[in-house]
Nanobody, 124 residues
């Protein structure tokens, strides 16, 4: 069992930055990949970024490449998402996910370990 808990998020103007954090308890933190997904109103939950168990490999959705950076600190049991050059279309509820798996060009969360979600709103 893994229990992720997000923090951060909020309201920012277009072009601004936000940093999301996720702390996870339960199974050994450094033993699984983690990532971020987001869900806008009336849309499906989409993959945003992933990081492997060691932190050495990262993956991004095309829509956020070059603007978002995912990182993790296994000693502190935390993962972060630095979001720069934010756009109104980045507005969504962002979810931390643990023990995620690569599926072709995307990632999925078959284990079902989700955080409670944090709102990110980017105004134009």
């Amino acid at each position: 069992q893994v229990q992720p808990v997000e923090s951060g998020g909020g309201l920012v103007q277009a072009g601004g930055s936000l940093r999301l954090s996720c702390a996870a308890s339960g199974r050994t933190f450094g033993s699984y990949a983690m990532g971020w997904f987001r869900q806008a109103p009336a849309k499906e939950r989409d993959f945003v970024a992933a990081i492997n168990w060691s932190g050495r490999r990262t993956y991004y959705a095309d829509s956020v490449k070059g603007r978002f950076t995912i990182s993790r600190d296994n000693a502190k049991n935390t993962m972060n998402l630095q979001m720069n050059s934010l756009k109104p279309e980045d507005t969504a509820v962002y979810y931390c996910a643990a023990d995620i798996h690569e599926d072709g060009s995307t990632w999925r969360n078959p284990s079902g370990y989700w955080g409670q979600g944090t709102q990110v709103t980017v105004s134009s």
